[in-house]
Antibody
Framework: QLQLQESGPGLVKPSATLSLTCAVS??????????WAWIRRPPGKGLEWIGS???????YYNPSLQSRVTLSVDTSKNQFSLNLRSVTAADTAIYYC?????????WGQGTLVSVSS | QVVLTQAPSASASLGASVKLTCTLS???????IAWQQQQPEKGPRYLMK???????TKGDGIPDRFSGSSSGPERYLTISGLQSEDEADYYC?????????FGGGTKLTVL
């Protein structure tokens, strides 16, 4: 059974880089069928797609975040990662990873990241 | 780029039915969407994909009382026999090439 688990620091300083990893279990990440996505939900707001990555490293990014985001994939560890640079308080959110079949069909439980000095 | 519009809130009584609407922006009537449910303090859960012809495909374990439909630019999620655990935020989501797009979400209150 597919499981996704986010991990990373819960507190990041302003102007620093937010780094998260999503560990995938129950299915190989190097499938040709799916992308793998990051999504976030700021407090009091709705869901926002950040970007998606294929097993070969091909990526799609939200245009509003593209200048600060890098996604990467490690097939040997069956995981993928998010780096978000130059964070501000507006990047405080619960961050989720998900399997991406164009529609997001399986989600992690999420991890709260706060941006504060 | 495609935009999805949802009412911010909806309410219905326990045991009743409710129909939530997601409206696609002009020129995007043929797009499929997915419905996602987010209960309080939980991660989102995929409910179903709804095609422009009204056919829908549910995720694993989604109860029969959840159904989908379409009409023109509108995509619907109908929940019958409302239960207290249906109180949640509901999002529609679509895709435009490699870009994924969410609606603003509807907060459903079960009275």
């Amino acid at each position: 059974q597919l499981q996704l688990q986010e991990s990373g620091p819960g507190l990041v300083k302003p102007s620093a880089t937010l780094s998260l990893t999503c560990a995938v279990s129950g299915v190989s990440i190097d499938t040709t069928v799916y992308y793998w996505a990051w999504i976030r939900r700021p407090p009091g707001k709705g869901l926002e797609w950040i970007g998606s990555i294929y097993y070969n490293g091909n990526t799609y990014y939200n245009p509003s975040l593209q200048s600060r985001v890098t996604l990467s994939v490690d097939t040997s560890k069956n995981q993928f990662s998010l780096n978000l640079r130059s964070v501000t308080a507006a990047d405080t959110a619960i961050y989720y990873c998900a399997r991406d079949a164009s529609f997001l069909d399986s989600w992690g439980q999420g991890t709260l990241v706060s941006v504060s000095s | 780029q495609v935009v999805l519009t949802q009412a911010p809130s909806a309410s219905a009584s326990l045991g009743a039915s409710v129909k939530l609407t997601c409206t696609l922006s002009s020129g995007h009537n043929n797009y499929a969407i997915a419905w996602q449910q987010q209960q309080p303090e939980k991660g989102p859960r995929y409910l179903m994909k709804v095609n422009n012809d009204g056919r829908y495909t549910k995720g694993d374990g989604i109860p029969d009382r959840f159904s989908g439909s379409s009409s023109g630019p509108e995509r619907y999620l109908t929940i019958s026999g409302l239960q207290s655990e249906d109180e949640a935020d509901y999002y529609c989501q679509t895709w435009d090439g490699g870009i994924r797009v969410f609606g603003g979400g509807t907060k459903l209150t079960v009275l």
